[in-house]
């Protein structure tokens, strides 16, 4: 009897694309805590989106897809703008005015939760033992690096409730983007065109958004605010993106909803390195568990693809 072969998840052209995502994602959350300030978080999300949903288009005359769409092609565009890029990210922002990037981090980690459920109700993919056995674990070392973080941050009760409620539905938006990105619809069309129609009509939402709550465009003449916005748009976005959502279709939303266990954890080493950030043995155990975890799901055979 022939030995099965390994899980699609275990191999390079997953593994390497979904590293190189969590790697990326995980230095974001410290650049958007240095967007905060003088402008307010919907005109930096409105730029952020400008600079991917032009890159993107760039990328996509260069490997001819046409940005030519149907209606349902459209609907659909329209539906990832607003989840992913006006929603998912409205609300991390204003997360961050309230609690640590570290935290909102762990917070968004619980991603697995609902990317699981999504795609079990309007997917049909069922979990399997050895998935909810690493979510499982993952998630008490998600629950450990939950409890080290809301005992350092500076926040009060009322502020950390805040930033939690907005982390939740910032969550919510983006796992309903994520199962949108695994049906046969978005099969349909161009992946590059229509990441640059979403991210533009994201970027509108945005500006729109930010116009309603705040007025006019507000401006910061400060370089590393900028260099930030360069590094978000293109790296954040037009960059990691299109490979999360590559190994998203290939391996479904369950398993792809893992980089977020592992980013605050990537965010919380960076910290180390550029803010002097100091490990405690409950986050060192809550880091090695989602690792773990990490490990088991990555080998399990469902969500068959």
């Known amino acids: 009897m022939k030995n099965a072969p390994p899980p699609r ?105 609902p990317n699981a459920l999504f795609a079990r109700i309007l997917l049909g993919q069922r979990m399997g033992g050895q998935l909810i056995a690493g979510s499982a674990v993952a998630m008490a ?3 450990l690096l939950f409890v080290h973080e809301a005992r350092t941050g500076p926040a009060g009760s009322a502020a950390t409730l805040a930033g939690i409620g907005f982390t939740g539905c910032a969550i919510l938006a983006a796992s309903m983007a994520n199962v949108l990105q695994a049906t046969p619809t978005a099969r349909r069309y161009p992946m590059m065109a229509t990441l640059a129609v979403a991210m533009l009509l994201g970027a509108a939402l945005d500006g729109a958004t930010a116009w309603w709550l705040t007025g006019p465009p507000v401006v910061e003449m400060r370089a590393a605010y900028w260099a930030g916005i360069l590094y978000l748009g293109l790296a954040g976005s037009a960059f990691a993106f299109p490979l999360y959502y590559k190994v998203l279709r290939e391996i479904g939303p369950a398993k792809a909803a893992y980089s977020s266990v592992i980013v605050p954890v990537i965010a919380m080493l960076l910290s180390t390195l550029f803010e002097g950030y100091r490990w405690s043995p409950l986050a060192g155990a809550g880091a090695a568990l989602a690792g773990v975890g990490l490990v088991i799901a990555l080998r399990a055979r469902r969500p068959n693809r």
């Open 141 to 143: 070392g998600i629950a």
């Open 9 to 113: 998840s275990t191999r390079a052209a997953i593994l390497v694309p979904f590293a190189l995502v969590t790697l990326i994602w995980g230095s974001t959350w410290l650049v958007i805590r240095d967007q905060l300030g003088v402008v307010p978080p919907s005109w930096s999300v409105t730029y952020r989106f400008i600079v991917a949903g032009v890159a993107m288009a760039i990328v996509a005359t260069m490997k001819g897809e046409r940005f030519t769409l149907d209606a349902r092609g459209w609907a659909f565009a329209a539906a990832i703008g607003l989840l992913q890029f006006c929603l998912n990210f409205n609300f991390v922002y204003r997360a961050e005015h309230y609690i640590t990037s570290g935290l909102v981090a762990v917070v968004f980690a619980i991603l697995l939760v």
